[in-house]
């Protein structure tokens, strides 16, 4: 592992949270020095910086600032655009700026106003909890620069895998690929409590796919509510996804209502078609997940 060069100096703005507390540790672990700007966090005679409110600095905060190589918001979008325009007068040039933001409409723009300084606009599309290795981050770089190809280089040494993402595509992917995919579990789980079925009458018979989409819902359904609200509710693409969502599955209702099972079939050529040459690379990796699955018995 490399580890630092250029980020010697860190500034985690709400660095008490899970994805601030990923970062932070992993900044330390590559031999950063990193300042935990959280107002939850207790103050330390070690660390001066520390405990501060971004919207609102002091002078310790505001020192930290202006030394730090990188400042790296892990924030809900409210807090993060009212800090910015707080936190830009006390960078240093050519420090880097980066967020987490699961949507890029405002911030990208917002980064994009601090003049002077890198910016690299990044969502992680993983849970905290599951840490970095083999997990995708998306990054769209802002304003490029030595600094912020360090902070690429250095998820990749985490064992992230940063994807590079275009500012104008980052949300209509995010869209498909979480808001649809958590509106998709969420309606099932909905679905589930109308039929007045309960859980443990369903796992001892349920098959491979029921089972994986359970414990799909039980993840979600022990999460915080207000990240998968932030997913639906800020995204401005989320809409399309839930329409598109609730017209497929009203488009295979009406087929199998109306008898049309040449309809049926011919949706399974449009799924095949969406996935062209990846369709067995897909499939294989359901049945290693499928083989994965303990016994029905230990559910």
Not at 240 to 264: C, Q, S
Request: charged share 20%; proline share 9%; aromatic share 4%.
């Amino acid at each position: 592992m490399t580890g630092v060069r250029l980020l010697r100096r860190s500034v985690v703005i709400g660095g008490a949270g899970a994805v601030g507390g990923l970062f932070a540790e992993a900044l330390k672990a590559s031999g950063a020095a990193v300042t935990v700007a959280d107002p939850a966090v207790p103050a330390d005679p070690a660390d001066p910086g520390a405990g501060g409110d971004a919207t609102d600095p002091g002078p310790a905060l505001i020192a930290e600032l202006r030394a730090a190589d990188l400042v790296l918001l892990a924030v809900p979008e409210r807090t993060a655009l009212a800090a910015l325009p707080v936190l830009a007068p006390h960078l240093r040039p050519g420090a880097l700026l980066a967020d987490t933001l699961s949507v890029k409409r405002s911030v990208v723009p917002a980064l994009r106003a601090v003049s002077g300084v890198e910016a690299v606009s990044l969502n992680p599309m993983f849970a905290p909890s599951l840490g970095f290795p083999g997990r995708p981050v998306a990054a769209v770089v802002v304003r490029d620069g030595p600094a912020a190809a360090e902070l690429l280089r250095l998820l990749a040494e985490w064992g992230a895998r940063p994807v590079p993402v275009g500012a104008g595509d980052h949300d209509r992917l995010a869209a498909a690929s979480q808001a649809l995919t958590h509106a998709a579990v969420l309606g099932f789980g909905v679905a589930l409590t109308r039929l007045g079925v309960g859980a443990c009458d369903l796992a001892p018979i349920a098959p491979p796919p029921h089972r994986a989409l359970l414990a799909l819902l039980a993840r979600v359904a022990s999460g915080t509510p207000e990240v998968y609200w932030d997913v639906q509710a800020a995204n401005p693409n989320a809409p399309d996804a839930r329409k598109a969502l609730a017209e497929g599955i009203r488009h295979v209702a009406d087929l199998v209502d109306d008898g049309d099972e040449a309809g049926f079939e011919a949706v399974f050529g449009e799924l095949r078609a969406f996935f062209g040459g990846a369709l067995p690379t897909h499939a294989d990796l359901c049945a290693r997940m499928f083989d994965g699955l303990p016994p029905s018995e230990e559910t």
